[in-house]
């Protein structure tokens, strides 16, 4: 892998940052000044929300049945030993 091509310039980075930070800003403030917006934010945080609850849920459910099942698969090999 070249290395220079990971390599950025910090002046560009800090170009490319500042852009970002300026269309973040601007879209708070027209969302902010927006009424009929606030009901759709709405809408999409708590669907946000909702769906990582849920993904959560999920893999913690996840872990915790395949941490059992390789506990128990663990000890009956032990046991057939």
Do not use: C, Y
Not at 19 to 25: D, E, R, T
Not at 59 to 69: A, D, E, K, Y
């Amino acid at each position: 892998m070249s290395h220079h091509i990971a390599v950025k310039q910090p002046n560009t980075m800090l170009r490319a940052h500042l852009a970002l930070g300026l269309i973040l800003i601007a879209g708070g403030v027209t969302l902010a000044n927006w009424p009929s917006a606030l009901p759709a934010v709405g809408l999409i945080a708590g669907a946000s929300v909702a769906v990582h609850l849920g993904a959560a849920v999920l893999v913690w459910t996840g872990i915790i049945w395949f941490g059992i099942l390789g506990f128990t698969l663990g000890r009956a090999k032990e046991r057939d030993a």
